[in-house]
């Protein structure tokens, strides 16, 4: 079988104003990435790092993110429920939890999940977590979010003090773009 992205984001948008959205979407999820190599003919073989915007609004966000090898983006959560499908390569989940009676902000580890081709993972509207791309080649997963992904205010924690701050997506999206220069350094 095929995957029709405009079938996806539409089934994706039928079901986000009912009584489960995240439940119904990682259902679409979980059968998209059920054919890992149809939805990477679809969305075409990664060559870069890249949050690549499938489908963005106020409701529902829809992104095709390629992780470079060995990249890592800090704690951060979402403020909005998500659904992730690992379609090629590997996402290393780390969750964090908000340290008891702590006025800083601080965070520890909670547990983790290894995600690969055709695992689908749902997240909690705050659930707090790390990605690695633990692998020598790309990642790719679909990632689904009840909301806009890019606009909405959250946070996200220094990967070494593990003090919170407010997200910051410029900063994020230029992650993947340093991936990819040190990918394209270590090439030449
Ligand atoms: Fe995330």
């Not at 073989?45 to 409701?59: A, C, F, K, M, N």
């Not at 095709?64 to 951060?76: D, E, F, K, L």
């Not at 340290?99 to 290894?114: F, R, T, V, W, Y």
Request: glycine share 8%.
């Amino acid at each position: 079988m095929s995957f029709d992205l405009d079938t996806f984001i539409s089934d994706c948008a039928d079901v986000i104003a009912g009584p489960a959205p995240s439940k119904a979407v990682r259902e679409i999820v979980a059968r998209a990435v059920s054919e890992p190599n149809a939805l990477q003919q679809a969305l075409g073989v990664p060559t870069r790092g890249q949050i690549q915007r499938l489908h963005v609004s106020d409701e529902l966000t829809v992104l095709n993110v390629i992780w470079a090898p060995g990249m890592t983006i800090m704690p951060h959560d979402h403020h909005m429920w998500a659904v992730i499908g690992v379609y090629a390569g590997r996402e290393d989940n780390i969750f964090w939890r908000r340290c008891d009676n702590d006025s800083n902000g601080l965070i520890e580890a909670a547990g983790a999940k290894s995600l690969g081709p055709g695992d689908v993972r749902p997240l909690g509207r705050e659930i707090i977590h790390s990605v690695t791309n633990p692998t020598s080649q790309f990642t790719a997963a679909i990632h689904v979010y009840g909301g806009d992904f890019f606009t909405t205010e959250r946070s996200e924690w220094d990967p070494a003090t593990l003090h919170e701050h407010p997200y910051d997506i410029d900063k994020n999206v230029a992650l993947f773009e340093r991936a990819n220069r040190s990918l394209e350094q270590g090439q030449e």
